[in-house]
């Protein structure tokens, strides 16, 4: 049974300073890293998808993956009040379906 | 560019009733996955649906069944609902089985 690991949060950051946040998994032969935001009671928007090891930068996010260490990770640079929102870690491995976790709370204090 | 829409929005049931969730895909894709959502959790794979046939499953009951339709669109069927089949079910579509997957608004379904 695949997992994905996500601390629930809820993870707090002043406005204008870097939100990480953290995803480890189970399975080693996973290939496909996906960071989807879920703003309350709306579906996940993709922001980001990572498929080798090393980082992905578009504008304000960065993807981070370590295939060795089973880890991915998402980092919000010039956080934003708008940015508060759950932010789900999902990944593909082989011929299965999408795998999320439950999802971290990223609350930007203004 | 059309996105992946979904209807009803929102849906309210009683035990026992049967539902149909409606999604039509993005533009261009081939492949629709559902989706359950409870309050507080990751999105659960219930199934996946490509050229007209069901592709693989998730552990969810026999209750749940779909359809996809020859223009990629595709319906959710539960039967006999539980208070517990209350969620935000959600369509999701790619090019593709395990390409990237373009969710739709959802359809939040109350059962009482």
């Known amino acids: 049974q695949k997992e994905v690991e996500q601390n629930s949060g809820p993870l707090s950051v002043p406005e204008g300073a870097i939100a990480s946040l953290n995803c480890t998994y189970s399975?080693?032969?996973?290939?496909?890293f996906f960071w989807y935001r879920q703003y309350s009671g709306k579906s996940p928007e993709l922001i980001m998808s990572i498929y080798s090891n090393g980082d992905k930068e578009d504008g304000r996010f960065t993807a981070q993956l370590n295939k060795a260490s089973q880890y991915v990770s998402l980092l919000i640079r010039a956080s934003q009040p708008s940015d508060s929102a759950t932010y789900l870690c999902?990944?593909?491995?082989?011929?299965?379906?999408?795998?999320f976790g439950k999802g971290t709370r990223l609350s930007v204090i203004a | 560019d059309a996105g992946v829409t979904q209807s009803p929005t929102h849906l309210i049931k009683t035990r026992g009733q049967q539902v149909t969730l409606r999604c039509s895909p993005k533009s261009g894709h081939d492949t629709v996955s559902w989706y359950q959502q409870a309050l507080g959790q990751g999105p659960q794979f219930i199934f996946q649906?490509?050229?007209?046939?069901?592709?693989q499953r998730g552990n969810f009951p026999d209750r749940f069944s779909g359809h996809q339709f020859p223009n990629y669109s595709s319906e959710l069927n539960v039967n006999a609902l539980l208070l517990g089949d209350s969620a935000l079910y959600l369509c999701a579509s790619s090019l593709g089985s395990w390409e990237t997957q373009y969710f739709g608004p959802g359809t939040r379904l109350l059962v009482l």
């Open positions: 999902a990944l593909y491995s082989g011929n299965t379906p999408l795998v």
């Open positions: 649906y490509y050229e007209e046939e069901e592709r």
């Open positions: 399975d080693r032969v996973s290939q496909s």
